[in-house]
C-alpha cells in the first residue's frame, strides 16, 4: 500500500512541476528580455536502481525547460540540458525533492544491477 501512496504522490508532484514549469518556461518564451541562460550540468542522484534513474530521467525530460541528455548508473549520474541555468541549485534541489524522494521509496537501490539479476 505505501507504494501505491507514493506513485500516487509522485503522479501529483510531477502534474504540479509540469504546470509551474510550463508557465516558467511560456514566460522566457514570451518574454525574451528575461533572456534564457541554457546550460549543460550534472545532476548526481541518490538510492535509485537503474529502472529508477531511468523513470528519472524520463520526468526530468517530460518537464518543460529541461532535458535528460544522458544517464550513468555507475557514477549515479545524469547529464542535463536546463533551458535557464542561473537558479541551478534550485532546480537540483527541486528535482530531489520533487521526483527524487519519491522514486526512492519506490525504486530503492538494493545493491545489484539488472544485468546481475538475469
Partial sequence: MKRLFAAIELLLRFA????????TTARIIIAPRL????????????????????ILGCLITLTP??????????????LLHVLDGRHLADA???????????????????????????
Fill in 35 to 54: 533572456g534564457a541562460h541554457p546550460v549543460v550540468a550534472r545532476f548526481h542522484y541518490a538510492g535509485l536502481d537503474e529502472r529508477g534513474a531511468a
Fill in 16 to 23: 504540479w512541476q509540469v504546470v509551474v514549469s510550463g508557465v
Fill in 65 to 78: 525547460g529541461t532535458t535528460t541528455l544522458d544517464i550513468t548508473p555507475d557514477r549515479r549520474e545524469l
Fill in 92 to 118: 537540483a534541489a527541486s528535482i530531489r525533492h520533487e521526483f527524487e524522494r519519491p522514486l526512492q521509496r519506490l525504486f530503492p537501490d538494493t545493491g545489484t544491477r539488472a544485468e546481475d539479476r538475469r
